[in-house]
């Protein structure tokens, strides 16, 4: 037996005045965020073209926030679970004499783990194309003209990069 189910309608109440605000904020964020990439998309087109070099690649399980169907703690089983990858390629390129790295998110999410590294092992070692701002040659951009395999993937969760955890051997 699920243990919110025992608290029955203050459970519901609780959840519904956790997620109003939360879901707002997220919206808010999400949409920024859209309109900075349409934003940037747009100036890009006009920037200087530079080779890169896929280098790495990551995926990030964008059902680990709180507005997910999976958010609510323990209360859900494994077989209950439902991930949602996000894979993101870092590239490096040449831009006036400096050497500068980038993320593009793939446009397709995958529910399949197995899949999403797939996807990511595509394109790891790959010669690509980006747009860099002269002005701030550390901002750069994939275009789909320029290959990229459509517009990136804007990830529900407030942290793009992986979780990282230091680990120190003494």
Sequence with gaps: MDPYD?????AVLVRLIYMVPAA?????????RRLKRWYIG????SWPAADAAVSG???IDE??????????????SDAEYHPRWSVAIQYCYQAEGESYSGT?????????G??????????????????YNPSKP?????????????????????????????????
Excluded at 24 to 32: A, E, K, T
Excluded at 120 to 127: F, T
């Design 6 to 10: 025992r608290l029955g309608p203050l």
């Design 24 to 32: 707002i904020f997220y919206l808010l964020v999400y949409m920024f």
């Design 42 to 45: 747009g100036q890009a087109e």
């Design 57 to 59: 690649s990551y995926e």
């Design 63 to 76: 059902n680990q926030s709180a507005l997910s169907r999976n958010g609510w703690g323990d209360e859900h």
């Design 104 to 112: 593009y998110f793939l446009p397709q999410t995958y529910s399949d």
């Design 114 to 131: 197995d899949r999403a590294s797939e996807a990511e092992r595509a394109w790891v070692g790959k010669q690509i194309v980006v747009r």
């Design 138 to 170: 550390a901002q750069s951009f994939f275009l789909e003209q320029d290959g990229a395999p459509g517009k990136p993937h804007i990830p529900w969760l407030i942290s793009y990069g992986p979780y990282l955890t230091n680990l120190s051997l003494k």
